[in-house]
Nanobody, 117 residues
C-alpha cells in the first residue's frame, strides 16, 4: 500500500500557474504508473495526466494538453503537476494516485485549486 499526500494548491487568477506536489510513502510507488486526478463539484473524478514508472510515457486528457506537465522523481518518491495558463474550468480538488486504475486505499486528502479573478 502507498500513502499519498498532495500539496501546492491555492487560489490563482486565470492565466496563472501552480505546481502541485504529491509525496508517496511505499515501495510500490517506483514501479507504478502514477496519475493526477481532479474532481470538480458535482462532477465525476477524472484522470488528467499520467506518467510511467520510468517517466518515458506521459498522457494527458485533451483539455489540459499543452498547459499541464506531469513529472516524477523516484529518488524522492514525488510526483508533480505543473499547471500553466490556468482556466476557471480547471477549478477542482486534485489528487494523485496510481493510473489508470487508482488504488482505492491510496487516495489522499487532495489539494484544492481555484482559478478565479
Amino acid at each position: 500500500q502507498v500513502q499519498l499526500v498532495e500539496s501546492g494548491g491555492g487560489l490563482v487568477q486565470p492565466g496563472g500557474s501552480l505546481r502541485l506536489s504529491c509525496a508517496a510513502a511505499g515501495n510500490i510507488f517506483k514501479i507504478s504508473t502514477m496519475g493526477w486526478y481532479r474532481q470538480a463539484p458535482g462532477k465525476q473524478r477524472e484522470l488528467v495526466a499520467s506518467i510511467s514508472p520510468s517517466s518515458t510515457i506521459t498522457n494527458y486528457t485533451t483539455s489540459v494538453k499543452g498547459r499541464f506537465t506531469i513529472s516524477r522523481d523516484n529518488a524522492k518518491n514525488m510526483v508533480y503537476l505543473q499547471m500553466n495558463s490556468l482556466k476557471p474550468e480547471d477549478t477542482a480538488s486534485y489528487y494523485c494516485n496510481r493510473a489508470p486504475i487508482p488504488g482505492g486505499p491510496w487516495w489522499g486528502q487532495g489539494t484544492q485549486v481555484t482559478v478565479s479573478s
